[in-house]
């Protein structure tokens, strides 16, 4: 009984340990509770994508999507929450799902609480991928 607890443990411990994020994995983050905000999508994942790529070679090359390889209804846009962060912990994660109606509904999730700007800025890859609150100078309009 011992060696089957100490085999179990061990097994345990490993998994843990093969864990880069220090434990917490993206089914740990994308929980009711880690929730900050949710909002539904005109576009698509084809017309999220590009405004991703958009945002990307404008603003933050931090930015990812990524579809779920399970369900390609599914996908995320990710952002770390301060520059050059890593984990899961530090991350602002945008999960989508396409809806039957080609619309797409997006959930904020983050392990500690951002603030309602980040919120808003993650919203803002999809709707408005030029703005860049990384680099206000760019969000100034041109005088003509």
Not at 90 to 96: A, D, E, I, R
């Amino acid at each position: 009984m011992k060696r089957i607890f100490a085999v179990a443990m061990a097994v345990l411990l490993a998994g843990c340990a093969a864990n880069p994020e220090g434990g917490i994995g993206l089914a740990l983050l994308e929980q009711p509770s880690n929730l900050r905000g949710d909002r539904d999508f005109t576009q698509d994942l084809v017309q999220i994508q590009r405004a991703v790529f958009k945002h990307q070679a404008v603003c933050n090359p931090e930015v990812k999507f990524s579809v779920d390889p399970m369900n390609p209804n599914f996908a995320r846009v990710t952002q770390p929450v301060t520059p050059g962060a890593t984990g899961w912990v530090n991350t602002l994660v945008l999960h989508l799902v396409l809806t039957k109606d080609l619309t797409t509904q997006g959930r904020v999730y983050s392990y500690y609480g951002p603030t309602k700007a980040q919120v808003s800025d993650m919203y803002a890859i999809v709707q408005r991928p030029e703005y860049c609150p990384e680099k206000p100078e760019l969000n100034t309009p041109k005088e003509g």
